[in-house]
């Protein structure tokens, strides 16, 4: 096991479900290691791992200085996790003449490189994320710590890690700037929130993992509907956003009902099998004559959803 005191206290990874006061401390302990130093840069054989998601540790690594790295939710573990979703052993990473191998341990959930589960002893490469339960990590290799670090680091802070849509911050700065851009244009553009039906029966019947999979391909599937230029971002749990700049009500109707459709076409695969989803749309239009702020535009659009909700759900609504 590795001597966890030379950990940075100020960057712990977060507990998720469940996780008792004392689990909370002991994660405190465990914590990735801020960013290389001169003191602590990485040596030439050294690689690293960056938790992505959930998004509480974006500014820190872990180096892996070890032959042999265990991860589980047992307090021995070299990086415990004290989460229902991760096993007391779940995965080892194991150092070879070229780098690290990942082993998934027989975990209840299994262990994933790049959203696929292992099996047996798998080669990681730069940039590939691990998936332990509920937490994601980005794998760096040696010679690219320095180059990608900070990549990882300004990814983790402008998208969501788990659907790769853009984050709620991002978002309301970009529409901030989309709000001036389109009074000095003259032009409408239109926000639309949109929230997975019933989502909370998911994750209570099938649990958070197969709650994971499915925000993961709404997020997918929303995104082959956008055009170019519309942002699309997670704006919490399971509530999304959408920006479409240059766009009136009728083409803002067509573009959520083209969403709504492309949800409830066909069932979402998951480990608990196919799953029926759907959700609601609600959209308002800034047209510049009549000027929104950020807040204002939001909560027009929240309105509607809200009235899609209370009219039946698995439907559009909208304001000019």
Excluded: W
């Excluded at 191998?101 to 959203?115: A, C, F, I, P």
């Excluded at 332990?132 to 290799?141: A, D």
């Excluded at 196919?274 to 510049?288: E, K, T, W």
């Excluded at 204002?296 to 759900?313: I, M, P, T, V």
């Amino acid at each position: 096991m590795s001597d966890i005191s030379s950990f940075s206290p100020g960057a712990a990874c977060s507990p998720a479900f469940g996780s008792s006061e004392s689990d909370a401390a002991c994660v405190a302990e465990a914590t990735l290691r801020q960013t290389p130093t001169a003191s602590t840069a990485p040596t030439q054989d050294e690689c690293c791992l960056v938790q992505i998601y959930p998004p509480d540790v974006i500014d820190g690594m872990m180096l892996l200085e070890q032959d042999e790295f265990q991860i589980g939710r047992s307090p021995e573990s070299d990086l415990p996790l004290f989460d229902s979703s991760v096993s007391r052993r779940h995965a080892r990473l194991i150092r070879d003449a070229d780098g690290y191998l990942v082993r998934d341990l027989d975990s209840t959930n299994g262990t994933l490189v790049n959203e696929r589960e292992i099996q047996g002893d798998v080669k990681l490469h730069t940039g590939d994320t691990v998936r332990i339960g509920s937490f994601l990590f980005r794998f760096l290799s040696a010679d690219s710590i320095e180059t990608q670090y900070h990549e990882t680091v300004y990814n983790a802070l402008t998208r969501d890690a788990l659907t790769g849509t853009l984050n709620k911050r991002y978002m309301l700065e970009a529409l901030g700037r989309e709000i001036s851009r389109s009074m000095r244009s003259q032009l409408e553009m239109t926000v639309v929130m949109l929230d997975i039906d019933h989502f909370k029966s998911v994750n209570d019947t099938h649990g958070h993992l197969v709650g994971d999979e499915v925000l993961q391909t709404f997020g997918k599937r929303i995104e082959s509907i956008c055009r170019v230029d519309d942002l699309l971002a997670r704006y919490g749990g399971e509530e999304f956003c959408m920006v479409l700049a240059a766009t009136g009500f009728d083409e803002a109707h067509e573009i959520a009902e083209r969403c709504r459709q492309v949800i409830c076409s066909e069932p979402f695969e998951t480990a608990a099998g196919p799953l029926a989803i759907s959700a609601s749309f609600g959209f308002a239009v800034m047209n510049p004559s009549s000027p929104k702020t950020t807040n204002e535009l939001l909560e027009a659009a929240d309105n509607q959803l809200y009235e899609a909700k209370r009219s039946g759900r698995n439907r559009v609504c909208g304001e000019a």
